[in-house]
């Protein structure tokens, strides 16, 4: 054996990429008790497992991936080459054991991986198949018996992949029987050709079936409890948080953070108020969240960013204004006409990307100064003097402390608590379903984004509304340690009270007077005030699937 083949042997794992423990995270027991899958829930019909493939992790387990069938192919094509050498020797030659052999062409540091495939398929196997079939399987992976007929050039590889090929057709979904059928076949003729590397090709299909069959059935379990789960989400989450606080987890930087310049005791104000500090934080530009939003972090960094782009969008308004000011012309267009010149200048934006973020661009402004030219019928370039005149308004109005972002806060801040009012007496499921009705018709493409700040209201209202249902018994609603307000009683636990107390409808009007008004010059959001608050902690390893979304994707294992 070369140098370089033994050196493959010994870095990779012995463990194949897939086993019964890496798998173990779509066991029926680890869905119903994982406590971010119960809390995203809430959000969408279409949750669905698939591979991790993506970021440094993807990266890792493909090149660990790689490395462990290189090597497998490398021990594959020695048991090859050992059954070719007992076909042509003699009969003294075949009954001389492998052991021997195998200790003077490889190193003795290496350990075999086919042992550990054997049983990572058996046990994966066991996994798919109804309990009556176990012992089968057992019998047909025996690793000792296998691995005498390696040894002695007699295992019918071809004839148990033929086996396992149809007990997979029996358990698996009919869609994946096509793909079952492909790595029967491959396996055949990789047999009969006897190439070691279209062997481990092969062997990877098998793998991946076994992956495949095992996300269907976590899907369809999911599919299956989604009601149950989504029901009693409220106070499985109530109860995973009080054991946490119970182990010594400290939310006192929480409490801060919610009590901070508000003393409300009325259930109404202490509501209004929270949801307040929740568009503070939709807002700001600022990624520090309280832990207790941990189960809703990437939700409302998605929030905070779809925000700036409405706050941008209006900043472009007001520009494309003051331009036609500038230039001598009255704003009396119609309301078609704006729209059609925003979506020319919304086109420009969308093209940026992430850029925008970055302030005002020119070649958003170049877009808003073109239009303005149309607009006054003015056929010449967009000159110098123009074009800075608008830069400076531009800038002006995104500006966190003038006016322009003011308005949209004000307009974000009605739309929200109108949707909380709507939403409030709703079970979990009425509100999934009142914004995610399903899974939609047929189409020729995806579902198109709406960036529009009703959009970001009614996103922001559901997770205020199931926040403060999980946390308003265990803190928001709770007096603050030290103040006068009489304790709640302590014989019930927080899901009961919720489940026992009436919930308070909060309407409008009641709500309006105890919600801050921002005015020019007045930064809104968590400038406004000093908030202690405490970053969310980072999070666990990287779990080796996610939750894919119709429309975005959350890993969990948190």
């Known amino acids: 054996m070369r140098a370089e083949e033994a050196a493959s042997l010994l870095e990779p794992s012995l463990d194949p990429p897939v086993t019964k423990q890496s798998l173990g995270e779509l066991d029926l ?35 660990e991936e790689d490395l462990y069938f290189e090597a497998l192919a490398v021990e594959l094509a020695f048991y090859i080459n050992h059954q070719r050498s007992l076909i042509l020797s003699s009969a003294l030659e075949r009954n001389c054991p492998l052991k021997g052999k195998r200790e003077s062409h490889t190193s003795s540091n290496s350990r075999p991986r086919v042992p550990q495939m054997i049983i990572a398929i058996r046990e994966v196997v066991k996994t798919l198949v109804p309990t009556d079939k176990w012992q089968t399987v057992d019998d047909q992976f025996d690793v000792d018996l296998r691995m005498q007929e390696l040894e002695h050039g007699v295992c019918d590889i071809a004839g148990l992949v033929a086996w396992l090929g149809k007990l997979l057709l029996c358990s698996c ?8 059928t492909a790595m029967v076949t491959k396996t055949q003729e990789a047999i ?29 379990q999911i599919r299956y409890l989604r009601f149950y789960l989504l029901e009693d989400s409220i106070q499985y989450e109530q109860t ?79 520009t494309f204004r003051s331009t036609l000011r500038q230039l001598g012309r009255k704003d009396t267009l119609s309301d078609q006409s704006y729209a059609q010149i925003m979506q020319n200048i919304w086109a420009v934006i969308v093209g940026l990307g992430p850029l925008f973020e970055f302030g005002p661009h020119c070649a958003v402004t170049l877009q808003i100064v073109s239009e303005a030219f149309q607009v006054c019928d003015i056929s010449a370039l967009p000159d110098s003097n123009t074009l800075y005149y ?84 265990i803190l928001y609603s709770q007096p603050a ?78």
């Not at 279409?46 to 970021?55: H, K, L, Q, S, V």
């Open 173 to 180: 979904s009919p869609m994946r029987d096509p793909v079952v």
């Open 29 to 63: 027991n680890k869905i119903v008790t994982d406590p971010r899958l119960r809390h995203d829930l809430n959000f969408e019909h279409e949750i669905m497992f698939r591979p991790n493939t993506y970021g440094t992790r993807g990266v890792s387990k493909k090149r």
């Open 240 to 318: 995973q948080i009080l054991s946490r606080i119970a182990a010594g987890w400290s939310i006192s930087y929480e409490r801060d953070w919610f009590e901070t310049t508000h003393d409300c005791d009325e259930p109404e104000d202490r509501f209004s108020m929270f949801v307040n500090k929740v568009i503070d934080k939709v807002a700001a530009r600022s990624s520090d969240l309280p832990l207790t939003f941990s189960a809703d972090l990437d939700r409302l960094r998605a929030l905070q960013h779809d925000f700036r782009l409405c706050h941008y969008h209006a900043a472009c308004v007001a």
């Open 390 to 473: 608008a830069t400076l308004a531009f800038k002006d109005a995104l500006d966190d402390t003038r006016e322009v972002k003011s308005r949209v806060w004000n307009e974000l801040a009605r739309l929200v608590y109108l949707e909380a009012d709507v939403i409030f007496d709703m079970s979990p499921l009425e509100i999934l379903n009142r914004y995610d009705p399903g899974p939609a018709e047929p189409s020729d493409g995806p579902r198109k984004a709406d960036l529009s700040l009703e959009s970001v209201a009614r996103r922001t209202a559901h997770v205020a509304v199931l926040h403060w249902r999980v946390w308003a018994p």
């Open 481 to 558: 340690p030290g103040s006068d307000a009489p304790a709640e009683s302590t014989n019930v636990t927080p899901a009961q009270e919720m489940s026992e107390r009436p919930q308070t409808r909060i309407s409008t009007s009641a709500v309006k007077a105890s919600r801050p008004t921002i005015i020019p010059g007045q930064t809104p959001g968590p400038q406004s005030h000093s908030a202690a608050t405490s970053q969310v902690s980072s999070r666990s390893p990287t779990p080796s699937y996610t939750a894919k979304f119709s429309d975005a994707e959350r890993k969990f294992g948190e």
């Open 192 to 220: 009969s050709t006897q190439d070691a590397h279209q062997l481990v090709n092969s062997i990877k299909d098998l793998f991946g079936v076994l992956e495949t069959m095992k996300l269907d059935v976590a899907n369809h």
